[in-house]
């Protein structure tokens, strides 16, 4: 059975620094959180489907302005690189650092963002491409993570039924969750999600950093985007802000 993505929704998180409980709901624990290490998340649900996945999900890394995107998986050395308007299929299980240069709107600033690799989607045979994930960096994450916040983001597939019930009318709607939130068990909630992606200003050493910081060793293909046609049927992304 051919499983069709629907809806792509973003929930993002922007953590100010400190620390901040987490709030649990009564009936409901998650025992992750945005807070969990970079890597420990995707870890446990690769343990939990028994062997590694060799799928490589087809991500779309969007930056304010467009940048160059280089792609470390394990250790200094980069597995690839190109500019943001290409794809880069990535292994679920695995996390990867990101440095993002070259950036139109924030000249000479490099960043090392991390995404974290949940899950998949299961698009038509053949066109995977055309289903990428949207990992976006917004001009007021990036000034955010240069004033010395983390920005959060959990993506997830939507749940269907839910999207209905949210809104029947397939309308933008603004959601808030607080800081003190579990952002991924909010996730969760709505639906599946799919990656995490850390933005802060946090930069490699010159000297000793642990290849851990590079990534988990999972693979990375380059890939073009296909030609532009119409959107499939039901493919959309809303945002929803944490501050």
Do not use: K
């Not at 000249?107 to 899950?119: A, F, I, K, N, R």
């Amino acid at each position: 059975m051919v499983e069709r993505p629907l809806q792509v929704l973003l929930l993002i998180l922007t953590a100010c620094g400190g620390s901040a409980a987490t709030a649990q709901n009564a009936d409901y624990y998650h025992p992750l959180s945005q807070r969990t290490p970079p890597g420990h998340t995707a870890a446990w649900l690769q343990h939990i489907r028994g062997q590694p996945d060799p799928w490589l999900q087809p991500v779309s890394i969007d930056v304010a302005g467009g940048a160059r995107v280089t792609v470390y998986s394990h250790g200094p050395e980069p597995v690839a690189s190109a500019d943001s308007s290409r794809l880069f299929a990535l292994n679920p299980g695995h996390t990867y650092r990101l440095c993002l240069t070259d950036m139109n709107e924030f000249p000479g600033v490099e960043l090392y963002p991390t995404v974290e690799v949940l899950d998949r989607l299961h698009p038509p045979p053949g066109q995977a491409d055309r289903f990428p994930v949207p990992v976006p960096f917004s001009r007021t994450d990036i000034q955010e993570a240069l004033a010395g916040n983390l920005v959060t983001r959990v993506i997830y597939l939507e749940d269907p039924e839910t999207a209905q019930e949210l809104d029947p009318l397939h309308r933008e709607l603004p959601q808030e969750v607080a800081p003190a939130d579990n952002v991924l068990q909010r996730a969760d909630q709505l639906g599946r999600p799919m990656i995490i992606i850390r933005l802060g200003n946090r930069a490699p050493g010159p000297a000793g950093t642990s290849s851990f910081f590079y990534g988990t060793g999972g693979s990375v293909e380059v890939r073009e985007r296909p030609s532009p046609t119409a959107a499939p049927d039901g493919l959309s992304a809303r945002t929803t802000g944490i501050r």
